[in-house]
């Protein structure tokens, strides 16, 4: 591994564990990983730009019950170049959930979201 594929690899991390952590600090926070052209894709819809990521998030977590957090779990995480992979669960409401995030320059660019409820 070279040296620049490992400073990217370190900034993905970087940004990757951001994201994690920002759940907790609330819906501002989150969308700092995020630029204007910035994508979640979705199976139901493809959110673009930050006004649409902030409606995905909203109802995110205003949907969740209490107990979700708690129960939240990650399962598998791993990055490789600008391109990082979480597994995790929420069990009872979620028992498999997906995330692929493509990070550059510090802003998530691209994210694939799936969830499979038990």
């Not at 949907?63 to 779990?73: E, I, L, Q, Y």
């Amino acid at each position: 591994m070279t040296h620049a594929s490992t400073q990217i690899d370190d900034a993905t991390l970087q940004v990757f564990d951001h994201h994690l952590g920002a759940f907790a600090q609330g819906l501002d926070e989150l969308l700092k990983d995020y630029g204007e052209s910035s994508t979640i894709i979705t199976p139901d819809k493809t959110y673009r730009g930050l006004a649409e990521i902030r409606a995905f998030f909203k109802a995110f977590i205003d949907s969740a019950d209490p107990a979700f957090w708690p129960a939240f779990k990650v399962t598998s995480k791993s990055t490789a170049g600008d391109v990082a992979y979480l597994a995790w669960e929420a069990k009872p409401w979620v028992t498999l959930a997906t995330d692929t995030l493509v990070v550059r320059e510090g802003k998530i660019v691209v994210q694939t979201f799936t969830a499979v409820s038990g």
